[in-house]
T-cell receptor
Framework: SQTIHQWPATLVQPVGSPLSLECTVEGTSNPNLYWYRQAAGRGLQLLFYSVGIGQISSEVPQNLSASRPQDRQFILSSKKLLLSDSGFYLC??????????????FGPGTRLTVT | GENVEQHPSTLSVQEGDSAVIKCTYSDSASNYFPWYKQELGKGPQLIIDIRSNVGEKKDQRIAVTLNKTAKHFSLHITETQPEDSAVYFCAASPLGSARQLTFGSGTQLTVLP
């Protein structure tokens, strides 16, 4: 079965510091991968998605970036955090196009607090 | 782009009663409608979904109905239990799309014992 991991689970960072959040998926190959942010316990905002290694699409212009160095690894980064970057960051995966599986499954999330 | 509206934002029911959450969508190309349950501090969990070629789907105490003509779909939970308390999200997407899961704003369901 498929499993999705995120780390760290919680993170407290000062304004202006860098960020790196990691997501990995097990038990599947060539998944679509997604980064969402959730503020105030509601509202899932899609930040980035990827359909393959090195292929990143950005949904919202901001000081965040994403990379996919390996098939089942998705990284969310920032060079300098802002207070407004605080939130609950969720990674999700779905089956690749053409395989008939499009449900998105979410990881456990990372709670980021920027101070 | 797609716009999904979800109502109500909060819902309180007595244990054993039914709960209904409704969503409307704007893009007629959407044909996949999942529902997620999110418990406090956890990631959303897919609980049921429906595709546009089906009008209703049921899984034990939960069911989803879809009216493509009116562009709305609903989640029905019967015989509610305290463990059903959570935030529920609806979403809509064109099947085959790599990205377009557009989410509703969520419903906080509280089941009172």
């Amino acid at each position: 079965s498929q499993t999705i991991h995120q780390w760290p689970a919680t993170l407290v960072q000062p304004v202006g510091s860098p960020l790196s959040l990691e997501c990995t998926v097990e038990g599947t190959s060539n998944p679509n991968l997604y980064w969402y942010r959730q503020a105030a316990g509601r509202g899932l905002q899609l930040l980035f998605y990827s359909v393959g290694i090195g292929q990143i699409s950005s949904e919202v212009p901001q000081n965040l970036s994403a990379s996919r160095p390996q098939d089942r690894q998705f990284i969310l980064s920032s060079k300098k955090l802002l207070l407004s970057d605080s939130g609950f960051y969720l990674c999700a995966w779905s089956g690749a196009r053409g395989r008939g599986i499009y449900e998105q499954y979410f990881g456990p999330g990372t709670r980021l607090t920027v101070t | 782009g797609e716009n999904v509206e979800q109502h109500p934002s909060t819902l309180s029911v007595q244990e054993g009663d039914s709960a209904v959450i409704k969503c409307t969508y704007s893009d007629s190309a959407s044909n996949y409608f999942p529902w997620y349950k999110q418990e406090l501090g956890k990631g959303p969990q897919l609980i049921i979904d429906i595709r546009s070629n089906v009008g209703e789907k049921k899984d034990q105490r939960i069911a989803v109905t879809l009216n493509k003509t009116a562009k709305h779909f609903s989640l029905h939970i019967t015989e509610t239990q305290p463990e059903d308390s959570a935030v529920y999200f609806c979403a809509a997407s064109p099947l085959g799309s790599a990205r377009q899961l557009t989410f509703g704003s969520g419903t906080q369901l509280t089941v009172l014992p």
